[in-house]
């Protein structure tokens, strides 16, 4: 392939993906400079290894594990640099976080924090990127049955922080994040 099709390749894609790449990465970070870094290393990792990158929807899928991994390696440096301050920030924001107007919200930032990282991803990529379980194990390079386990782990660890935090709550706020068994 030569570079004139390389580039046309990488702009294909771009086109087709930027927008999915940078809402999870903005619903990932915490300030849109951040998902802006995040994105733009995704891209330029894709670029670098243009004969990597599969085709079609497969490609999307690659590039949300690209994301990931970024996004870990983020995280990982940006924990190296947390002082007091950044701790402290965090306090003030949820002593001052103003509640959701429909109340709906009460509770589940609080149960999520809860739980492991891994959980939060499986569920975002569950629910804010609308990944079935086929399409998380891609992104996760694990097996289709392993994503499904995992997912439902998830959704159960979940349920159990949210009735911790809103005991009253639990059985209704969580029946949507338990995957329905089709009869």
Known sequence: MSEQDDRSRFEAVYRRTYEQILGYAVRRCS???????????TYVIAWRRMTELPDGDAGRLWLYGVARRVLANHRRSERRRLTRHTELTDEIEKLYAAPSPDGEQHGVDDAMDLLADSDRELLALALWEGLDPGEIATVLGCSRNAARIRLHRARRRFAKALERIRPSAAGSAARPLIEKRSG
């Open 31 to 41: 300030s849109p400079e951040d998902a802006a870094d995040v994105v733009a290393e």
